[in-house]
Nanobody
Framework: QLQLVESGGGLVQPGGSLRLSCAAS????????IGWFRQAPGKEREGISC????????NYADSVKGRFTIARDNAKNTVYLQMNSLKPEDTAVYYC?????????????????WGQGTQVTVSS
């Protein structure tokens, strides 16, 4: 059974850091682009970062560029999102998703399999 499981969320103060993990099971994520998305209460789900199947292509939303870094370890079937300089507006449920793509895109509808999400709260 294809499954993506996010972990690493939590409560952090503004300016702090978290590292999210997205572990794939039941399939090899090596052939899929992996994207990170987030959804705050009352807002639409937005794409914030993605990495191609090879790891050679990455994309970031302007809102996180320079603060977040995505990386994948295909040997571990896991993708990471390092989040630094966190702001209160980064508070949301964070999801990872997989999709067959050329390169990678931050478009929700291009992803087929989704994890259950992990809560990130940035507050003092």
């Amino acid at each position: 059974q294809l499954q993506l499981v996010e972990s690493g969320g939590g409560l952090v103060q503004p300016g702090g850091s978290l590292r999210l993990s997205c572990a794939a099971s039941g399939f090899s994520s090596n052939y899929y682009a992996i994207g990170w998305f987030r959804q705050a209460p009352g807002k639409e789900r937005e794409g914030i970062s993605c990495v191609s199947s090879s790891g050679g292509v990455t994309n970031y939303a302007d809102s996180v560029k320079g603060r977040f870094t995505i990386a994948r370890d295909n040997a571990k079937n896991t993708v990471y999102l390092q989040m630094n300089s966190l702001k209160p507006e980064d508070t949301a449920v964070y999801y990872c998703a997989s999709g067959r793509q050329f390169g990678c895109n931050l478009v929700v509808r291009l992803y087929d399999y989704w994890g259950q999400g992990t809560q990130v709260t940035v507050s003092s």
